[in-house]
Each structure stands twice: as C-alpha cells, then as structure tokens.
C-alpha cells in the first residue's frame, strides 16, 4: 500500500462525503456546508490510495500561536495502519512549534491522540453547543 499525502484544495465531493459517512459523522448530512469548510480551513491533508480519498484532515489557526485540529478521519477500511499518524505528522511538521494545539478527543480517538503526544489540558473541560448526533 503506497499512500500519499496531499495539501492540495482539489476534493471530489462524492469521495469526501462517502469518507464522512463511512465513520458516521453527521457533517455530511450538511454537504455544502462541509465542502466550504474543508476549502477554508487553514490546513488541509488528505491521505490517498491511487485515486481514492482514504484520509482527511483539517486545521483551524490564527496563523501564529494557535491551532485546533478540527477534524481527522481514516477510511474504516484502512484505520490502524498509520495513516492517521502521518496526517498528524504532517501537521507537527507546520504547526508543531505553536504555542497551543487543541483537539477534542472521544472515544476509542483518546488512546491514538495520545500516542501523538496530546494529554489532557489540567483540569479544562471540553465545551461546545453542537448540533450533530454521532458523539
């Protein structure tokens, strides 16, 4: 398996929204609001297997000291196998030296974030008002 990853703009819709629905996150109940979001973010990798979207991720930043991984998906088909590590890798590579990196992390997401160096932030509690039904 020769993955690549990519920092490219260029997604085909149909690839993204499968990719979103294969690990059930309700953001793609909301297509054009997904695609927007994945356009503007101020990072973007994505992992590919040939021609097929196997991997997304998404990084929101002032540019400067702070940054918040918004989003991290891997194909159910190829999940443990690395790939998430190599976005997350690729991240480190341009945002590693800010003062603040944020993630919310839940479930089974927990012990991998972990092995990427993220523990949790004192006694901070994750907050939100959110309007998905996955979590």
């Known amino acids: 398996m020769n993955i690549q990853l990519r920092e490219d703009r260029d997604l085909p819709p149909d690839q993204v929204l499968a990719l979103y629905r294969a690990n ?33 991720g998404t990084a929101l930043s002032d540019g400067y000291l702070v940054v918040y991984y918004a989003h991290l998906l891997v194909h159910p088909a190829y999940q443990r196998r690395g790939i998430g590590k190599q976005m997350m890798a690729r991240f480190a590579e341009k945002y590693g030296h800010f003062h603040q990196q944020i993630l919310v992390a839940d479930g089974k997401a927990v012990h991998f974030y972990r092995q990427c160096g993220f523990v949790r932030a004192g006694e901070s509690e994750p907050m939100w008002i959110y309007q998905g039904n996955e979590h």
């Open 24 to 56: 059930g996150w309700s953001s793609a109940d909301k297509p054009e609001l997904l695609l927007a979001g994945l356009r503007h973010a101020h990072g973007l990798v994505t992992a590919w297997d040939g021609d097929r979207l196997v991997g997304l």
